[in-house]
């Protein structure tokens, strides 16, 4: 999504030592230090903070084959799958037609419930995207 969004490390696959999570003082909370800037993720605070400090980051690219959406149904370094919305209304400020963003949440959300496996597949390209939506 860059560059409308500063690449980060998002929390749905963030592999860090405990102590050294601790050791930054980075909380999950969403409140901010006055001026500290724009927070758009938890995963951004934690990963620039560990960047400052010179620690190696090892990114995860998106590596669907097949997409409904710029940030729901991802899998990411064929190991993650993040599905983006979640549980909550899916509004992106990037990604615009929420009633768009609905429907592609809602079908690969059930496709997830129903057979995962299935949608795993469909979005590495090694079964026939047969969801109730179409592929960007």
């Known amino acids: 999504m860059a560059p409308k969004v500063a690449p980060f490390v998002h929390v749905s696959g963030l592999c860090v030592r405990r102590n050294d999570l601790r050791a930054v003082g980075v909380s999950f909370g969403r409140k901010l230090q006055p001026g500290a ?6 995963g951004q605070k934690i990963t620039y903070k560990f960047l400052r400090l010179g620690r190696e980051i090892a990114p995860l690219q998106r590596s669907n084959k097949v997409n409904y959406h710029p940030i729901v149904g991802g899998i990411y370094g064929d190991v993650i799958y993040h599905h983006g919305a979640g549980s909550r209304n899916a509004w992106f400020r990037t990604a615009g037609d929420t009633a768009f963003n609905t429907r592609v949440s809602t079908v690969l959300r059930s496709a997830a419930f129903e057979d995962l496996d299935h949608l ?3 979005l ?4 026939a995207a047969d969801l109730e939506v179409t592929p960007i």
Do not use: E, K, S, T
């Open 124 to 127: 590495r390209g090694q079964a």
């Open 37 to 42: 800037g724009y927070n758009q993720d938890v």
């Open 120 to 122: 795993i597949a469909v």
